[in-house]
C-alpha cells in the first residue's frame, strides 16, 4: 500500500506540475460543450431555394409564398428556365430547384391533380434528403389547404378519415441539443481518458524514468494502478463540470439518478483508461501513442451512436460496437437523463463495459515488461 502510495503521491505532483494536462481537463471540456452542441446540428435550415414559375397564377404565387416562408428555406432567386436554374446549383448559389409547370393552377382546377418538379444538390446528402423531405412536406400542406378552399358546405359529402395525433416521450420539444450534450460529453471523457493515459508510460520512458521505476521494488500491479488512478479522479472532475454546463447552460436535468451516471462514468473511466494503459505499454514514443490513440479513438466515436444510430449500421459494425465501450455509455447517458433509466435497464452495458475493462486493465498489467 505504502508503495502505491508513493507512485500515487508522485503522478499527482507531476500533474499539477504540468498546467497542460489541467487545461486539457478544466478548460478544455468546458469550451468543447459550449461549441460543439451548436456545431453538430441535426437541424438543417437556410436551404438555399430558386425557383421557376412557369404558370405565374395566383396558386403558384401562394405556394412560393408558404415556402419562402418557412424556416428552412431562403429563396435566392427566380429563374425562366431550368436550365438557367440548374446553373445556379451548379455554382453553389442553390441547393434545391422547385419547376412550375405551365398550367399548374388550370390543371388542378380542371383535372384535379397536378405535377411539381423539385431538384435537389446530392453532394450533401444529408441536406438533399432533408430538404426533399421538408420541400415535400410543404407540398402536402399546401395541397391540404386549397382542397380546403374547394369544399362547400352544402354540397360535400362527408368521408371516413383518420386522424393521427402524435407525442414525443422523453423529448418533446424534439430539442436535439437534449440529445447531443450527454454523447458530447462521452466523447471528452474519451479523449481525456484515453489520450493522457496512453502518454503517460511512454513519457516515463522518454525521460528516462522508467528505468530507475524497473529497478524498484514496486509491482506490475501497483505501478498500472498508480498511473491510472489520478486520470480516474481527474476523469470525474471533467464528467462533474460536463454535467454542470449541460444543466447551467442546456438546462438539462437528468430524470434519473446522478449516482447511476456517476457508477457507469467510473467503469467507462476504468476502461478507456486501460486502453491507454494498453496503448503506453506497446508504444516507444509518444508520437507513436498519439497516433495509435486517435486511431482506437475515432474508431469508438464514429462508431459508437453519437452521429449515426447503431441500428442503422451494417452488421460488421454491428459487431464492432459490441466491444465499443462509448456506444454502451453514450447509450446508457441518455437512457438515464432522457428516460430516468433504472440500474436494472442499464446492467447489460454496465457488465459488459466492465468486463472490457477488467480486460484492457489486464492485458496492460501483464504486458507491461519491468525489467531489472
Known amino acids: 500500500m505504502k508503495k502505491l502510495l508513493v507512485i500515487l503521491d508522485k503522478e499527482f505532483r507531476q500533474i499539477f506540475r504540468n498546467p497542460s494536462i489541467l487545461r486539457m481537463v478544466l478548460f ?27 404558370d405565374h397564377s395566383s ?18 432567386g427566380y429563374e425562366p428556365s431550368y436550365s438557367k436554374a440548374m446553373k445556379s446549383i451548379e455554382s453553389g448559389t442553390a441547393d434545391l430547384i422547385i419547376e412550375i409547370p405551365k ?24 441536406k438533399a434528403n432533408l430538404g426533399g423531405v421538408y420541400a415535400a412536406s410543404i407540398i402536402r400542406d399546401f395541397n391540404a389547404e386549397i382542397r380546403t378552399d374547394w369544399i362547400q358546405v352544402p354540397t360535400f359529402n362527408a368521408q371516413p378519415t383518420i386522424e393521427v395525433t402524435s407525442s414525443n416521450w422523453y423529448n418533446p420539444l424534439l430539442d436535439y441539443k437534449i440529445f447531443m450534450v450527454p454523447a458530447i460529453l462521452v466523447t471528452l471523457l474519451t479523449l481525456i481518458g484515453s489520450i493522457m493515459a496512453a502518454l503517460n508510460i511512454v513519457h516515463e520512458k522518454e525521460i528516462g524514468t522508467i528505468e530507475q ?8 500491479l501497483q505501478f498500472i494502478l498508480g498511473k491510472l488512478i489520478p486520470f480516474w479522479i481527474m ?13 447551467l447552460v442546456y438546462d438539462i436535468v437528468p430524470v434519473g439518478s446522478l ?21 503506453s505499454t ?9 497516433f ?38 453514450i447509450e446508457v447517458i441518455r437512457m438515464i437523463i432522457l428516460k430516468g433509466s433504472s440500474f436494472t435497464d442499464v446492467k447489460i452495458q454496465f457488465f459488459s463495459v466492465l468486463g472490457l475493462g477488467i480486460l484492457f486493465n489486464v492485458w496492460a498489467v501483464f504486458n507491461y515488461r519491468k525489467r531489472s
Do not use: C, R
Open 103 to 126: 398550367d399548374f393552377e388550370k390543371e388542378l382546377v380542371k383535372e384535379n391533380k397536378s405535377t411539381m418538379l423539385i431538384a435537389v444538390n446530392a453532394v450533401n446528402g444529408v
Open 259 to 279: 449516482t447511476l451516471i456517476y457508477l457507469f462514468g467510473v467503469v467507462f473511466l476504468f476502461t478507456v483508461l486501460g486502453v491507454g494503459l494498453l496503448i
Open 213 to 220: 521505476i524497473n529497478v524498484s521494488p514496486i509491482t506490475k
Open 292 to 329: 495509435v490513440s486517435f486511431f482506437v479513438i475515432m474508431l469508438f466515436m464514429l462508431l459508437g451512436g453519437l452521429y449515426t444510430p447503431i441500428e442503422s449500421m451494417p452488421d460488421w459494425a454491428k459487431l464492432i460496437t459490441k466491444i465499443n465501450p462509448v456506444a454502451y455509455f
Open 59 to 76: 396558386y403558384s404565387k401562394k405556394f412560393i409564398n408558404k415556402i419562402s416562408g418557412s424556416k428552412y428555406f431562403k429563396l435566392t
Open 282 to 290: 506497446f508504444a516507444e514514443t509518444q508520437t507513436q501513442a498519439t
Open 235 to 247: 476523469g470525474l472532475v471533467t464528467l462533474t463540470l460536463g454535467l454542470l454546463i449541460s444543466w
Open 28 to 54: 478544455m471540456p468546458v469550451v468543447q460543450l459550449l461549441i460543439f452542441p451548436f456545431a453538430a446540428n441535426y437541424e438543417v435550415k437556410n436551404v438555399l431555394l430558386t425557383v421557376v414559375d412557369h
